[in-house]
């Protein structure tokens, strides 16, 4: 049996075969692997979309949430920001600059169901971390954080979110969620 000689022209076009098919893969992995930096800023006067720098930075952290995709961080400059976090992506992550001085404060902002009276509800791998998070004391059912459905099945809690080095202050009930890590927080009641 003979074996047929294969030419220098007919590797050369394997090889770029190879290399296009290699390159296209690592570009489609590329961007599930790293997501997009953006930033918010308390107070910042000129928040211009998509948040990609502190100069553009959002002045709300659910504007942010809001324009992000799975995988993105988010960069919390410290001030005092009264709003809950709900409808995070897959993945994300949400970053404050430092523990005593990174503040979300929901006190006061009262809701109707238990994911209005939640600071933060949220899908799978979020992560939170370095921000003092102030519940409302006097509301019914108050949770810090509850998961909220996933987006990869009906009906399934979200897991894998992990809160670290965070306060936590005025909260009832805490936290909900399953196959989540909790470490490194202080808890205030």
Do not use: H
Request: proline residues 3%.
């Amino acid at each position: 049996m003979k074996r047929r000689t294969i030419t220098k022209s007919e590797r050369n076009i394997r090889f770029l075969k190879t290399l296009i098919i290699t390159v296209v893969l690592l570009l489609s992995l590329n961007t599930i692997m790293f997501g997009t930096i953006r930033y918010v800023k308390a107070g910042n006067p000129a928040p211009q979309p998509p948040y990609t720098s502190w100069a553009t930075a959002s002045d709300s952290i659910q504007k942010c949430v809001n324009v992000s995709k799975r995988g993105d961080t988010i960069y919390v400059g410290a001030g005092v920001y009264r709003e809950r976090i709900y409808k995070t992506p897959p993945n994300l992550t949400i970053l404050g600059e430092e523990m005593l001085s990174t503040i979300i404060d929901c006190q006061g902002l009262e809701g109707a169901t238990l994911f209005d009276r939640t600071i933060f509800s949220i899908s799978d791998s979020l992560v939170v971390e370095n921000f003092t998070l102030i519940g409302n004391r006097n509301s019914n059912n108050y949770r810090l954080i509850t998961t909220a459905f996933s987006d990869t099945s009906f009906g399934r809690r979200a897991r894998g979110a992990r809160l670290s080095n965070s306060t936590l202050r005025n909260v009832e009930k805490a936290i909900y969620f399953s196959n989540g890590v909790i470490s490194d927080n202080i808890m205030i009641n």
